[in-house]
């Protein structure tokens, strides 16, 4: 069936490191890709998608890039900062489907000062 | 522009008693969305509606679960009666029209949610 992974939490770093959170798929057909994240006491929020192969999502610093090939959608961020420190999801959403979202686990960064 | 509206925001019943949750969409969205959050794990959708029409209720358990969409707008989901399985986070989303193309995506705006505890 249709299925998100991503990798095990929590993640945490010090201000300033690099990050990556590592996504996998399953899917029938040609998905759309997006990260989600959920700040504390806020609801979800897009942070970017891609919804073809070898496209780039990007928004606040993060990048994701749609790899067809390795079936894989992994985020990353040059120099995280305290304020990024939330549950980022990875979730798919099948091309000609009626948009429902596919969620993987989440991921809880947590980035120290 | 205000955003997805949910209440209540936590909710503590004991096992088989019925609960309900509210959802007021951002106006003009035509598409809402229930999805369970279990501790732990992603969201999953619950049912679907487009105005006040059901698109996917394929994953909602309906011989305890309800939702109805009256005249389009709000929502109402309702769990009756309730177990301790159920206990998670609701979350109400909304989204301006049906995605129905490889491209064609209408992001969803999620609420806070509904924080359920089945004792």
């Known amino acids: 069936g249709n299925s998100v992974t991503q990798m095990e939490g929590p993640v945490t770093l010090s201000e300033e490191a690099f990050l990556t959170i590592n996504c996998t798929y399953t899917a029938t057909g040609y998905p759309s890709l997006f990260w989600y994240v959920q700040y504390p006491g806020e609801g979800l929020q897009l942070l970017l998608k891609?919804?073809?192969?070898?496209d780039k999502g990007s928004n606040k610093g993060f990048e994701a890039t749609y790899r067809k090939e390795t079936t894989s959608f992994h985020l990353e961020k040059g120099s995280v900062q305290v304020s990024d420190s939330a549950v980022y999801f990875c979730a798919l959403s099948l091309s000609g489907n009626t948009g429902k979202l596919i969620f993987g686990q989440g991921t809880t960064l947590q980035v120290k000062p | 522009e205000a955003g997805v509206a949910q209440s209540p925001r936590y909710k503590i019943i004991e096992k088989r008693q019925s609960v309900a949750f509210w959802c007021n969409p951002i106006s003009g969205h035509a598409t809402l969305y229930w999805y369970q959050q279990i501790l732990g794990q992603g969201p999953k959708l619950l049912i679907q509606f487009q105005n006040n029409g059901v698109v996917d209720d394929s994953q909602l358990p309906k011989d305890r679960f309800s939702a109805e969409r009256l005249k389009g707008v709000d929502s109402t989901l309702k769990i009756q009666p309730a177990k301790l399985e159920d206990s998670a986070v609701y979350l109400c989303?909304?989204?301006?029209?049906?995605?129905?193309?490889?491209?064609?995506?209408?992001?969803?705006?999620f609420g806070p949610g509904t924080r359920l505890t089945v004792l």
């Open positions: 989303a909304s989204s301006l029209v049906l995605a129905g193309g490889h491209r064609d995506f209408n992001e969803q705006f």
């Open positions: 891609a919804t073809k192969a070898d």
